[in-house]
């Protein structure tokens, strides 16, 4: 995947992390992934349609959604709950509005969905994958917790 189209996930992540929640998240290197499998604990999905098909997935560690949630919202959250899944949700959609608003700048158009929360240890993402072409995978650490952006798109 070009370089191109991995700069709007990276700062979208980085932006809304840094504006909604006061944190820094760091960037490890992108790679390609090739199955269902969620990298983290808790995953806000959202679907994108437009100059392709695909998601946008984000990713987190428990400990890592319950940090980034609690900061966003000035609230302390030790469990996952409805209000850290709808956190999560609320991250998935801005991150994803971020990126497809730079997406646009370089000529390719997105709508989104409305965004999936699914929570559990080794939870999957089956249905993402039908027609899978690519899945680029962005690994963050924010305060030593990791999550995921994950942008699947499918030929069109």
């Given at each position: 995947?070009?370089?191109?189209?991995?700069?709007?996930?990276?700062?979208?992540t980085?932006?809304?992390?840094?504006?909604?929640?006061?944190?820094?998240?760091?960037?490890?290197?992108?790679?390609?992934?090739?199955?269902?499998?969620?990298?983290?604990?808790v995953?806000?999905?959202?679907?994108?349609?437009?100059?392709s098909?695909?998601?946008?997935?984000?990713?987190?560690?428990?400990?890592?959604?319950?940090?980034?949630?609690?900061a966003?919202?000035?609230?302390?959250f030790t469990?996952?709950?409805?209000?850290?899944?709808?956190?999560?949700?609320?991250?998935?959609?801005?991150?994803?509005?971020?990126a497809?608003?730079?997406?646009?700048g370089?000529?390719?158009?997105?709508?989104?969905?409305?965004?999936t929360?699914?929570?559990?240890?080794?939870h999957?993402?089956?249905?993402?994958?039908?027609?899978?072409?690519?899945?680029?995978?962005i690994?963050?650490?924010?305060?030593?917790?990791?999550?995921?952006?994950?942008?699947?798109?499918s030929g069109?």
């Amino acid at each position: 995947m070009e370089a191109k189209f991995i700069q709007p996930f990276l700062t979208a992540t980085i932006n809304v992390l840094k504006t909604m929640a006061s944190l820094e998240p760091k960037p490890g290197k992108p790679f390609m992934k090739d199955n269902k499998d969620a990298l983290g604990d808790v995953s806000g999905i959202i679907g994108l349609t437009g100059a392709s098909k695909g998601a946008l997935v984000v990713s987190f560690s428990e400990a890592c959604a319950l940090k980034v949630v609690s900061a966003m919202l000035m609230e302390e959250f030790t469990e996952i709950n409805e209000e850290v899944k709808d956190g999560v949700g609320e991250i998935t959609n801005m991150i994803s509005g971020d990126a497809r608003r730079q997406l646009e700048g370089i000529g390719m158009e997105f709508a989104a969905g409305i965004p999936t929360v699914i929570t559990g240890k080794n939870h999957g993402i089956t249905s993402l994958y039908n027609g899978l072409t690519s899945c680029l995978v962005i690994p963050f650490a924010c305060d030593g917790l990791n999550f995921y952006v994950e942008a699947i798109f499918s030929g069109k």
